[in-house]
């Protein structure tokens, strides 16, 4: 990276396109592809991501006016309309998904050390989804209810880290415990969910793969109670059993036993019940491990508020999904580039600098270290004076 470059080309430089070129020769993107590339595609779709473009004319507007200067960013193809709608409703989106898969793995490993909250060797992921609502005349493909359309967006996430490390998008009607059935089990690896994914013929497939799950209990829920642990009470723990599911249809589906923990939450005043086929850990990490689940919460508002997930340049499935994935990749490549370059600041405040720099000609670096270094003075200047009072 040198000074004379501007910083979206810097910031490209994080994308392994050896790696990007091999996914889109696996799917022909490029076929009859004469002026405007799968690379085109995804560096005209990120600038939209990091700028937060509102429709296809607004990219076209924007990237136009550079004139000379999109070459020297990256974008060698002719942009307009037309044809980036044409190319996301009709490369396949399963490139950006694949190429999301690579970075997936290069993100991972460099927050494999990265500290969420409980000291645990084993791998730990958060299950969950959310819905996003579109328009049932736009979008009549993904309809979810009379009157409105939507897409889930059912996505696993390593808690170290928070990097999404699988994600599978749907039709709204597809209720969540169905992704139980495409999810990848890792053995030795805990998966925490809530209560949305209890089935216990599919849960029975951890228990196999030898695999951990935490989720809460219903309410409902029918056992008999095979054995029990003495617990610390003034942790909030009220009871830690070993139980088997009651009725011939539960001991069917779940033959094995189950472990049940009870703890009571002083902060919000509310009593939970947990689930899991871990025998090992003290009921109190269990506990912590499914509270850390809501880091997958704080992920999905992150993305929806700071990327364009909830807005969409195209109507049909293809166009959903490769914006999506897209945007699932730009999230990705800062994620790469805050570890690789040791920034301190957030994602949020990294994204946000981008969105106003991202063609100036400064090394990435000092633009981030300089913003960094003025909040610092900023906040130092509000701070009163000691010994001038």
């Known amino acids: 990276m040198y000074k004379d470059r501007f910083i979206f080309s810097q910031l490209m430089d994080f994308l392994p396109k050896h790696e990007f070129n091999k996914c889109v020769r696996r799917y022909n993107g490029n076929y009859k592809a004469k002026t405007f ?82 000291t645990l060797d084993n791998a730990v992921y958060a299950l969950d989804s959310t819905t996003i609502d579109l328009c049932l005349t736009l979008f009549p493909w993904a309809q979810f209810r009379k009157r409105k ?35 990848p089990l890792e053995t030795g690896a805990f998966y925490v969910m809530d209560k949305a994914y209890t089935n216990f013929e599919r849960l029975y497939n951890f228990t196999k793969s030898m695999a951990y799950f935490i989720t809460r209990a219903k309410n409902n ?25 009651k009725g011939p249809k539960g001991s069917k589906l779940y033959p094995d036993h189950l472990r049940y923990i009870t703890y009571y ?8 019940a947990f689930l899991t086929n871990n025998f090992s850990l003290d009921a109190l990490t269990i506990a912590l491990l499914y509270k850390c689940r809501w880091k997958i ?35 990705l490549i800062v994620a790469i580039m805050k570890k690789e370059l040791d920034l301190h600041q957030s994602l949020y405040e990294i994204l946000q600098i981008l969105s106003i720099t991202i063609f100036q000609k400064d090394l990435i670096t000092q633009v981030l ?21």
């Open 37 to 118: 590339t799968c690379l085109d595609q995804f560096m005209s779709m990120a600038f939209a991501q990091l700028t937060g473009r509102e429709s296809l004319r607004d990219i076209e507007t924007c990237l136009r006016s550079l004139g000379p200067c999109l070459y020297h960013a990256g974008i060698r193809g002719n942009i307009s309309r037309s044809t980036l709608a044409d190319a996301n409703e009709k490369r396949d989106w399963r490139i950006y998904r694949d190429f999301a898969q690579v970075l997936i793995a290069q993100a991972r490993s460099l927050y494999i050390n990265e500290e969420f909250g409980v």
């Open 149 to 183: 359309s939507a897409v889930n967006m059912h996505t696993l996430l390593d808690l170290k880290g928070s990097i999404p490390c699988f994600i599978h998008i749907t039709s709204g009607k597809v209720h969540d415990v169905n992704v139980l059935d495409v999810l």
């Open 221 to 245: 829920l029918a056992f008999i109670r095979c054995d029990y642990r003495q617990v610390d009470k003034t942790t909030g723990l009220k009871s830690d059993q070993t139980i088997r599911l």
């Open 265 to 272: 939450d002083a902060d919000t005043n509310k009593r939970f």
């Open 297 to 331: 919460e704080l992920f999905f508002k992150w993305i929806k508020q700071h990327l364009r997930i909830k807005a969409f340049f195209g109507t049909s499935e293809n166009a959903v999904k490769t914006q999506i994935w897209i945007a699932v990749s730009i999230y």
């Open 369 to 389: 270290m300089k913003n960094s270094q003025q909040n610092e003075n900023i906040n130092f200047y509000k701070q009163l004076p000691l010994f001038d009072l």
